[in-house]
């Protein structure tokens, strides 16, 4: 089939030709393809193994799920390995079905690696187009210890939220025919260079192996990160004021 009509009469008794792949391409042609946190989603730790999600929910790809308005979702979390970290995602994850087989849109967590430094896990990706495909798209970082939660940071952007650009774009659409590009040019040069001092969503940069650091940064000023550096090439580094009597093989002392 070359094109499909989406919003055409069905006759009584005749097969519904809109499905739920179609309701997801009209949402994610209204969001500029944007996927992410939908309506203000948030994730709360309400115990050192578990977080809620309430307020809001997520779009992957244009499909979408909440959670519904004065309910919560809880997704349990497994401790960590004392005196290491992990890096734990929350996802939207969306898989897709065929035939007898439904598709399926869950909120699911990715867990990652215990390490000293932890670095966030591999998520799946890919573009929904068969049967049994599946992506995700990831909402929250959870940071784990030993002892359970530690840090609960949302890395998504609100789907929801339509930038300046293009709130500058529909109004000069809406002037009428006589708006030149000219103009629509002008109006989305503007609305930039209002936001390009900050982001619109603050970023972590950081350091991960031999060395760590990180820093959060928002556009608006220079940062600098503090580096510390426990290992090199993957061996331990040891300092201390005499010379070291029988250092094992691989180490590396400083005196």
């Known amino acids: 089939m070359a094109s499909k009509a989406i919003t055409i009469y069905t006759p009584a008794g005749t097969a519904p030709h809109i499905g739920a792949h179609d309701d997801a391409f009209i949402y994610d042609t209204l969001l500029g393809g944007r996927s992410g946190r939908f309506g203000g989603l948030e994730c709360t730790a309400v115990s050192a193994n578990s977080v809620q999600l309430s307020g809001g929910g997520a779009v992957n790809r244009g499909y979408i799920m909440y959670v519904p308005q004065d309910d919560t979702h809880t997704i349990n979390i497994h401790n960590c390995a004392q005196g290491l970290m992990r890096h734990d995602l929350i996802v939207s994850e969306f898989t897709r079905g065929d035939g007898d087989t439904a598709d399926s849109h869950v909120f699911a967590v990715v867990e990652g690696e215990a390490a000293a430094v ?95 650091a990180s820093e959060e940064f928002d556009g608006t000023e220079d940062i600098s990160l503090t580096v510390s550096v426990s290992k090199i090439n993957g061996k331990r580094v040891y300092i201390q004021r005499e010379q070291p009597g029988s250092p094992a093989e691989g180490d590396i002392w400083l005196w």
């Open 118 to 212: 932890p670095t966030d896990p591999a998520l799946t990706v890919s573009e929904l187009a068969t049967a049994g495909d599946i992506n995700q798209i990831a909402l929250f970082r959870l940071t784990v210890g030993g002892t359970g939660i530690t840090e609960v940071e949302c890395i998504a952007d609100d789907a929801s939220q339509l930038t300046e650009v293009a709130h500058a774009a529909v109004a000069a659409s809406c002037t009428g025919a006589a708006a030149s590009a000219q103009t629509a040019a002008t109006a989305q040069t503007a609305a930039s260079a209002g936001t390009a001092d900050a982001l619109a969503v603050p970023r972590n940069i950081s350091l991960a192996g031999d060395a760590s």
